[in-house]
């Protein structure tokens, strides 16, 4: 997927005019100033934290949040998808490096929490996201993630970057996160 988060349109829409149609975001306010006007057949997904006062604008415009990582934000997506009526594909994001400053389940919490939003929410997540710590090698976050995707039978796998996503397809991803390698570094935001 294209990550146009902080990018200006100049940079996007000519990735956009190339074809892409999987493109990510990190705000919910930032994706819909930005795709208020969104081209068909394009898929939206919501890559970034997601607080609960915002899931109704999340659910009306992605088509898939790759963030669920808290029970009560798992509780608030499943009564607005129920309200709205609307299916939004999930993605269970997983701490791999438990991570203190990142969001996410911690590893041994997984499967607890799948089976919570399985069984009690009715939500059915199509997959598990990581995102591994910078002074670690990725691998390893990989293949954990598989691991715990496999065990809970989930096939879809949202890992890697531009830097390192070659060996997150090594180890089965099925999507990876690619910004500053199609449009460069982000804009610094004041």
Same mark, same amino acid.
């Given at each position: 997927m294209a990550v146009s988060k902080q990018q200006d349109w100049s940079a996007i829409a000519p990735v956009l005019d190339d074809? #892409?149609?999987?493109? &990510?975001?990190?705000r919910v306010q930032e994706a819909q100033t930005r795709w208020a006007e969104r081209p068909q057949g394009l898929e939206l997904r919501l890559i970034g934290p997601? #607080?609960?006062?915002? +899931? *109704?604008? @999340? +659910?009306?415009?992605? =088509?898939v949040i790759e963030t669920l990582d808290r029970p009560k934000l798992a509780k608030a997506l499943a009564d607005e998808i129920q309200r709205l009526g609307k299916s939004v594909r999930l993605y269970v994001q997983i701490n791999t490096g438990e991570e203190p400053q990142k969001a996410? $389940? @911690?590893?041994? =919490? *997984?499967? &607890?929490?799948? &089976?919570?939003? %399985?069984? &009690? /929410?009715?939500?059915?997540?199509?997959?598990?996201?990581? $995102?591994p710590p910078q =002074? #670690?090698?990725? *691998? /390893?976050?990989? *293949? /954990? /993630?598989?691991? $715990? @995707? @496999? %065990?809970?039978g989930l096939a879809k796998l949202s890992m890697g970057m531009s830097a390192d996503f070659e060996i997150a397809i090594a180890h089965g991803a099925t999507s990876v996160r690619v910004g500053s390698a199609l449009f460069g570094e982000r804009l610094v935001r004041p």
């Open positions: 074809g #892409q149609k999987i493109f &990510a975001e990190n997601l #607080q609960t006062n915002k +899931v *109704a604008d @999340a +659910v009306a415009l992605f =088509d996410g $389940i @911690a590893p041994k =919490d *997984a499967d &607890a929490f799948i &089976a919570h939003c %399985r069984k &009690a /929410l009715n939500l059915e997540p199509e997959g598990l996201m990581c $995102i =002074d #670690q090698p990725p *691998a /390893l976050h990989f *293949a /954990l /993630l598989a691991k $715990i @995707a @496999a %065990r809970n």
